[in-house]
């Protein structure tokens, strides 16, 4: 029955994928590629990083996510014609810690990717991200998008309500996606939760008890006892292994944004006035020689 209802459950949001593009379909365009068309990428030539450690021992469940990402050969570069795999390991190494807040910002994403790229491959130049100001949320986004402060395309919410959730943006497509957790498994005190859903499994953790506990040991200027420190944590580690025990679709939520304007959800005062133009992967589509050896025309500079 269980692996039943998991299946219903992957089967609805491939459904809900497909209703989403139709929705956006009113802006959307042609994407840069298509696989297996246009492009013939190779996936899954690398084994992803799914070895636990002190630091990251939530790579080992089961549900992990993991993120087959496109790359260019180098700055100026062409498109690379396979994949290289991201798991939630590689992204603690970028962060800095194993916070609760980076794995449920990239759980939210790989649910928006589906979305996004339903081919599976994450094409991380042509991506722009919103979080929250939360360094666990931004570094999550700025990570697996590739979007940056300086490039323009890595953002803060206006409206503080989404502080816990994230916006992927596809640039050649125009699809833009709100994703966040379900109702059930969120623990801000005193903010919603921005999509309708709601987990209808049990956590192991009350999320109640840990929004109090949060609500002091987050408290600016507070002095939680070492205890209530301690604690903390183990929810924090005890809630992020649950999760990944049961499929992301069972806990997260994403929904294509109709009539998407970045400027309408961005803080302003979060940017900045001149952003440098992005150059480093302007060649990823760039034509190949006439053969694969071949030197330089007769007087021409190599």
Not at 5 to 17: A, E, G, K, Q, T
Not at 263 to 268: K, V
């Amino acid at each position: 029955m269980i692996s039943f209802v998991r299946n219903m459950s992957r089967s609805v949001l491939w459904v809900w994928s497909i209703l989403f593009l139709l929705v956006a379909g009113a802006t959307a365009t042609e994407p840069t590629y298509k696989e297996g068309e246009t492009i013939f990428i190779e996936t899954g030539v690398e084994a992803p990083d799914r070895a636990p450690t002190w630091y990251a021992s939530m790579v080992a469940k089961p549900y992990a996510p993991s993120f087959e990402m496109l790359a260019t050969q180098g700055t100026q570069g062409r498109y690379y014609p396979y994949t290289y795999p991201a798991t939630l390991k590689d992204l603690v190494r970028f962060h800095g810690h194993d916070c609760e807040g980076t794995t449920h910002a990239a759980n939210a994403a790989w649910v928006a990717f589906k979305i996004l790229f339903p081919d599976g491959i994450i094409d991380r130049s042509v991506l722009w991200g919103i979080s929250g100001e939360s360094p666990c949320w931004s570094d999550a986004v700025a990570f697996l998008t590739g979007a940056r402060l300086q490039y323009g395309n890595l953002g803060f919410f206006k409206d503080k309500r989404y502080s816990h959730a994230i916006v992927l943006y596809r640039e050649d497509t125009k699809v833009a996606v709100l994703a966040t957790w379900k109702e059930g498994i969120n623990n801000i005190p005193g903010e919603p939760v921005m999509l309708p859903g709601k987990v209808t499994w049990k956590p192991k953790i009350t999320m109640k008890d840990v929004e109090a506990l949060k609500a002091i040991v987050k408290k600016a200027g507070g002095k939680p006892t070492p205890y209530q420190v301690d604690l903390m944590r183990y929810q924090q580690w005890v809630h992020v292994n649950d999760i990944l025990e049961h499929p992301l679709e069972e806990s997260y939520q994403a929904r294509a944004i109709e009539n998407f304007k970045w400027e309408e959800w961005i803080d302003p005062a979060k940017t900045i006035s001149k952003p440098h133009e992005r150059t480093d992967t302007r060649l990823k589509n760039y034509p190949y020689r006439s053969r694969p050896i071949e030197a330089p025309a007769v007087g021409a500079k190599p």
